[in-house]
């Protein structure tokens, strides 16, 4: 840290005033906020790998010229292993989503436009970022081989497959691992710069707008990767008509950087390489995990278990023996997927009452905060147009408001001009003519499916106001018989209120 300092010294004149170490996360390398009298900071990095350093030095540099959003190294020691890049804040793209992602995919529109954002500036770095690049700076390699691939396959079965104790074949595993090998690399069209570590975490968001930082594993190989490992982060739980709109959104932005395949194969050879990253990411979270004992990475295995289940449910791969481990592996007991009711931090909130059966594509939905509060309580008004429609007192904006006034008015002969929608002369000559009947037949099955909805999902309040010239006939017989009809079918609490004739009314709730 002094070193650190010292440098900080060198590069401005003077000591920081303030100094405080950050989060650190699966690298080996410690972060610093050094921050003077003015409050103005900058991030130190303290590394234990010369070449590593070097590799993100050389690669930020390169972007930076680019004018590509990462941030600027701002002074290097001499051997390398510490330097300062400017403070892109303390917000990052994992941070911004976290209600989304705590409440199982459920995300807002904000969250989704945030993601959005951020994978339309993936081809970016990848494409642009890899113009004019010398890639024997990359770091610990210059580009993904059959040799990488290989490597992390076998990371997979010494750190994963085996601490599970399924029993297995080797040698045909091992068989299967290298066709998947050769079928990664054998892309000629695809090469950029990689990323590899292009997740949520290493996305900051300043004013919304996302940049780039921990690159420094990135190297010379297919677009494909990283796409993969973003969409495909375990502990996201991007739901996958999310997933597949992220997708639609880089794909279009691709095509302003390079030739694209067709969808088809663009999806078939993405879902390669979606197998391979989950299999690479399992053997960290085991060795960070199952040997580590970091609990941040056996809380990841599940959500990537489950990720690794659904990609084997709707693909097909050409290594039969390894598609038969998996599907073994997934069903082990310990895998099995347990699922939790989540609470947003943003107020909205699961609910296990739901109604709805969506489309499997479409994934979990957001509910209201509303949700689960019942009993509902339905209120009927009648009312006269001349006055205004009734205001609705819930906060929830009303509900139904219906226009009697296209029915026979009794209120248009002297006999019944004195009387009301209640008293039996009206509700003879309404009910004789039988206008009304019909007008309320459809109110009647608009009323029933939308009150046992409500009362499925949970919700507290519904309005119904009926309308008609003075509030007085029309209005009060429909007010009035839709109240006593969803009183006497669904058995819920019926506040009736005939505004112009100052009459209320409570049906209560049958127990």
């Not at 590069?11 to 080996?28: F, I, R």
Request: proline share 5%.
């Amino acid at each position: 840290m002094q070193q650190l300092i010292e440098l900080y010294k060198e590069w401005c004149g003077h000591e920081p005033a303030a100094s405080q170490q950050l989060p650190g996360a699966g690298s080996n390398r410690v972060y610093y906020r050094l921050t003077d009298n003015n409050g103005q900071s900058v991030v130190g990095c303290v590394g234990t790998s010369r070449d590593e350093n070097h590799a993100f030095i050389h690669l930020s540099r390169h972007f930076a010229m680019r004018q590509l959003p990462v941030p600027q190294v701002l002074a290097v020691s001499g051997d390398e292993l510490r330097y300062l890049q400017t403070d892109l804040g303390s917000i990052s793209l994992f941070d911004a989503i976290r209600g989304g992602r705590e409440a199982g995919g459920r995300y807002t529109l904000k969250e989704q436009q945030l993601l959005k954002r951020t994978i339309r500036e993936l081809p970016n770095i990848q494409l642009r970022g890899a113009r004019e690049l010398d890639f024997s700076h990359c770091y610990p390699q210059p580009e993904f081989d059959t040799d990488s691939v290989l490597f992390d396959l076998n990371y997979f079965k010494y750190c994963f497959l085996k601490a599970t104790e399924l029993d297995f074949h080797e040698l045909k595993l091992e068989a299967d691992f290298r066709l998947m090998a050769k079928d990664l690399t054998a892309g000629g069209d695809e090469q950029c710069f990689l990323y590899r570590d292009f997740q949520a975490r290493n996305v900051m968001m300043v004013d919304e707008k996302p940049f780039f930082i921990d690159f420094q594993g990135g190297r010379k190989g297919p677009y494909y990767y990283d796409l993969a490992s973003f969409l495909w982060q375990a502990s996201a739980k991007y739901p996958h008509k999310l997933r597949r709109e992220l997708v639609y959104e880089y794909y279009n932005a691709l095509k302003q950087y390079t030739e694209v395949p067709t969808p088809h194969h663009f999806v078939a050879r993405l879902s390669l390489f979606v197998l391979f990253r989950t299999l690479q990411v399992l053997g960290a979270y085991g060795f960070r995990g199952y040997f580590e004992r970091k609990q941040h990475f056996i809380d990841s295995i599940p959500p990537a278990m489950q990720n690794l289940r659904e990609l084997l449910s709707v693909s097909d791969f050409p290594y039969p023996y390894l598609v038969s481990l998996l599907k073994r592996l997934v069903e082990m007991p310990q895998f099995q997927q347990v699922t939790a009711t989540a609470s947003r931090a943003d107020g909205y909130k699961t609910t296990d009452r739901n109604p709805y059966k969506a489309h499997p594509q479409d994934g979990p939905a957001t509910f209201s905060k509303y949700d689960a509060q019942g009993p509902l309580v339905v209120k009927v008004f009648s009312f006269s147009y001349r006055k205004g429609i009734p205001e609705d007192d819930s906060g929830n904006g009303g509900g139904y408001v219906f226009d009697c006034r296209s029915t026979h008015n009794p209120g248009r002969y002297e006999p019944y001009k004195q009387l009301t929608g209640l008293e039996e002369p009206v509700i003879r000559f309404l009910e004789n003519d039988g206008e009304i009947l019909t007008f309320l037949d459809s109110v009647y099955k608009l009323a029933d499916a939308h009150v046992r909805r409500y009362i499925q999902r949970g919700f507290t309040s519904l309005m119904f106001s009926f309308g008609c010239t003075g509030g007085q006939h029309r209005s009060v017989y429909s007010a009035q018989h839709l109240a006593e009809h969803i009183h006497e079918k669904f058995g819920i609490e019926v506040r009736i209120c005939h505004r112009e004739q100052n009459i209320t009314q409570v049906l209560e709730r049958k127990e």
